[in-house]
Nanobody, 120 residues
Framework: QVQLVESGGGLVQAGGSLRLSCAASGMIFGVNDMGWFRQATGKQRELVATIPSGGSPNYADSVKGRFTISRDNAKNTVYLQMNSLKPEDTAVYYC??????????????WGQGTQVTVSS
């Protein structure tokens, strides 16, 4: 079984920074794209950033220049460095990953979510 475990959320003032981490564990035979999504109260889940196993990251326009996604392939971990946070960044943040499992099929897995709250 594969699990994604997130950490690093919390409460921060506007203009502050947070770093989220998400580690994949279990029967993993390869990790393709990894990414972060977020869902604010009453809104649909939206993409924040994605990063392929080898290639350039992709960001939502709303976070470009403020957030940086990175990954450590040896640890099957993806990070999201969030700077210059704004109240509108408040949401539950979810990581996801496309993982090749025991039968070599690729499945998409999600973390449990971590709350990020930015106060004005």
């Amino acid at each position: 079984q594969v699990q994604l475990v997130e950490s690093g959320g919390g409460l921060v003032q506007a203009g502050g920074s947070l770093r989220l981490s998400c580690a994949a564990s279990g029967m993993i035979f390869g990790v393709n794209d990894m990414g972060w999504f977020r869902q604010a109260t009453g809104k649909q889940r939206e993409l924040v950033a994605t990063i392929p196993s080898g290639g350039s990251p992709n960001y939502a326009d709303s976070v470009k220049g403020r957030f940086t996604i990175s990954r450590d392939n040896a640890k099957n971990t993806v990070y999201l460095q969030m700077n210059s946070l704004k109240p509108e960044d408040t949401a539950v943040y979810y990581c996801n990953a496309d993982i090749r499992v025991w039968d070599y099929r690729v499945q998409t897995f999600w973390g449990q979510g971590t709350q990020v709250t930015v106060s004005s």
